[in-house]
């Protein structure tokens, strides 16, 4: 989790108020955060991953005050209008198509205030924005760039420019093979012809997303009072929140908002958009998951103190509060303002003796097998895609759908080995042999209640120069011999592994897995140059056959 330091008397002025380190130790807690240390002038709090608004000192202090009931209730931020254009150019749509941005003005920086807007770039960046492969920001001076500024993508020979704090200009390859930050996001731009980047209207390159910034347009001093902020990436919800939380902490410094008009061909959408989202909060929902008898009165007053406006069952939520997502969300804010050491314990009418599910027991004994065998466990999600799971993979499946799904995650994964090669392509910067499996659940359309079945899979990828048949089989007869079971290979075609060199696992009559090298097809799909050997079992069938 991201940690931050407060310096404790700004924290104090910020919210006018006089608070003893023990108070700020004991009400820090309880926000929802935790408190490491309080060491003379210096606060170290570390902030929950949920919680990015929190990861400056003005979004803490504005947290803190209000659930200290010193300036309660929803903050207002204004956005004016700019007039000033970017241009999204259609060369960006395969390679990082989305963008936000604003401008803000009339900031008074000094050095304590651009390390304060450093450390925020790079906690949002390491957390909101998964090391800027979700999210990548740029901030820039505004009074060095003439508008309209443009987002394109340009071939890398056509790229040069003096990246921040470099003493010459360099190319984009240079960049990528010389540069600290080139060396360590390098791999976010590998096997593209393009890189995107941000341009002025004078042609100066301002910014390589999501790499670097140029020094001469890109580089925020004292006597900066103006900055151009964007976010890039690959979702453009996720990176307008993004762009409202720096731009409500560049205000809470003093900043004056102002609005963009952001060209997407004939498409123009206006950002930020700092208006509260609106959600109905149901008051007996809240009683009966908190076990008290709140009246509306009661949750007004706590979620005023959580920073939101409440009116008649309707709930005003600030636009950099990125974690609500459902009125579960409110109650838990709710929680947090009456105050979790207010709650008082109680003991359960019922005893049951407790023990530990027996199929929980049996993959938890085929993970410590393969750990055995020095392969790494990854963890990998439910939710994927149909080019992950049918179109890279070269095969057809009949995939349960997302409905109006609002994130690159349309379907409910179908088998595993998809999203391992997915892992393995997202991992081609790490040193080789790449040797994973992952326990996890798969769904199809069946007969059951949903018309979804769940059958838990596992799923082993070899990936080295030595990756063949013979590999992923030898890892097979082990792990059968230690579960003392036996199985037959039979003949199988499958689209997704090399023909002859893919077999049914068949375990007393019934079909239990598949087991082959991966197509090369498919390896291109994924841009892997090694080889890799794969297998795939259903846990679930073969746990009722022991």
Known sequence: MPLIKLQKQVLLKKIGRKISDDKLKDRISMLGTDIESIEGDEINVEIFP????????????????????????????????????????????????????????????????????????????????????????????????????????????????????????????????????????????????????????????????????????????????????????????????????????????????????LEYGRKKIKTPDLEPTIMKIDLDYVNKILGINFKEKDIKKYLERMGYRYNHNRVYVPAYRVDVLHQIDLVEDIAIAYGYENFKGKLPDFFTIGMENPFEVYKDKVSQILVGLGLLECYTYHLSNKSIQSEKTNCKSDLVEIKDTKTEYNCLRTWIIPSLLQ???????????????????AFKKGNSETGVVENDRLAICLCNEESNFTKIKQILDYLFSQLDLKYEIKDFDHDSFIEGRTGRINVKGKNAGFIGEINPKVLSNFELTMPVAALELNLTELFSLL
């Open 50 to 261: 949920n919680r990015p608004d929190m990861l400056s000192e003005q979004g803490f202090s504005r947290a803190f005050s209000s659930f200290m009931g010193i300036n309660t209730g929803l903050k207002e931020y204004k956005t004016e209008k700019s007039n000033e254009r970017l241009i999204i150019d259609k060369s960006v749509a395969n390679i990082r198509p989305y963008t936000a941005c604003a401008i803000i003005k009339d900031l008074e920086f000094d050095d304590c205030k651009i390390k304060e807007i450093i450390n925020i770039q790079e906690k949002l960046h390491s957390s909101f924005g998964r090391n800027r492969k979700r999210c990548a920001i740029g901030i820039y001076p505004f009074e060095k760039i003439k508008t309209p500024i443009y987002y394109k993508a340009l071939k890398p020979e056509e790229i040069k420019f003096r990246p921040l704090e470099c003493s010459e200009a360099m190319s984009a390859k240079q960049i990528l093979s010389q540069h600290k930050a080139g060396k360590e996001y390098g791999y976010l731009l590998n096997g593209l012809k393009k890189y995107p980047v941000f341009i002025d209207s004078d042609d100066n390159i301002l910014s390589m997303p999501p790499i670097i910034n140029s020094h001469s347009t890109g580089k925020v001093t004292d006597k900066t009072k103006d900055v151009f902020i964007e976010c890039s990436g690959f979702d453009i919800r996720i990176l307008k929140q993004c762009l409202n939380i720096l731009a409500t902490t560049l205000a809470d410094m003093g900043g004056k908002i102002y609005s963009m008009e």
């Open 423 to 441: 892992v393995l392509s997202e991992n081609k910067h790490n040193e080789y042999p790449q040797n994973i499996f992952d326990i996890g659940t």
